[in-house]
């Protein structure tokens, strides 16, 4: 069974750092396209960042040069470093699987989601 | 790309058909996938590559589109359809989502 359990939410102040952790189960991280989505308390949806099979990773304009995907195959646990957090990233963060064998079959497998607020 | 929803919510009844629409300010061909969200759950994809029925989704509902204009219909609603549906496209990063739909009781 494909499962995905994100840890490493929590309290922070702004300007620090935080990574978050999704470990994969039932699948290989570097099988597949994987994202991370976050979603504030009372708001929608809010794609962040995807890490191709190949390596490529790409961003949402508000994350970029703050935020880093990446993934340990040994560990198979996919990544989000945030750094220079900002109260507007208060959410809960998911990571998600694009279903295979093709990326735009959209995102079938979520975890749970860990919480993350920045706040002083 | 950016992703508009209508409408932002409705009212509806059991038995009832609901339409929603998904607009993407430019073209995506046809790389859009619909998903339903209940309070306090992860979202759950029903509808990918704008037509295509995720397995085990009901048949009830239903996708259609391209290019630019999008639809989610529900034939008949179930008390265990009022939830948030969202959009997202896939033709392109950043994988933008829409804005979502409320389908309530009415």
């Known amino acids: 069974e494909v499962q995905l359990v994100e840890s490493g939410g929590g309290l922070i102040q702004p300007g620090g750092s935080l990574r978050l952790s999704c470990a994969a189960s039932?699948?290989?991280?570097?099988?597949?396209?994987m994202s991370w989505v976050r979603q504030a308390p009372g708001k929608g949806l809010e794609w962040v960042s995807v890490?191709?099979?190949?390596?490529?990773?790409y961003y949402t304009d508000s994350v970029k040069g703050r935020f880093t995907i990446s993934r340990d195959t040994s560990k198979n646990t996919l990544y989000l470093q945030m750094n220079s957090l900002r109260g507007e990233d208060s959410a809960v963060y998911h990571c998600?699987?694009?279903?295979?064998?093709?990326?735009?079959?959209?995102?079938?497998?979520w975890g749970q989601g860990t919480t993350v607020t920045v706040s002083s | 790309i950016q992703l508009t929803q209508s409408p932002s919510s409705l009212s509806a009844s059991v038995g009832d058909r609901v339409t929603i629409t998904c607009r993407a300010s430019?073209?995506?061909?046809?790389?859009l996938a619909w998903y339903q969200q209940k309070p306090g759950k992860v979202p759950k994809l029903l509808i990918y590559i704008a037509s295509t029925l995720q397995s085990g989704v009901p048949s009830r509902f239903s996708g259609s589109g391209f290019g630019t204009d999008f639809t989610l219909t529900i034939s008949s609603l179930q008390p265990e359809d009022f939830a948030t549906y969202y959009c997202?496209?896939?033709?392109?990063?950043?994988?933008?989502f829409g804005p979502g739909t409320k389908v309530d009781i009415k």
């Open positions: 997202q496209q896939l033709n392109s990063s950043p994988f933008t």
């Open positions: 890490i191709y099979s190949g390596g490529t990773t």
């Open positions: 039932g699948f290989t991280v570097s099988s597949t396209y």
């Open positions: 430019q073209g995506i061909s046809g790389y």
């Open positions: 998600a699987t694009h279903q295979v064998p093709y990326y735009y079959y959209g995102l079938d497998v």
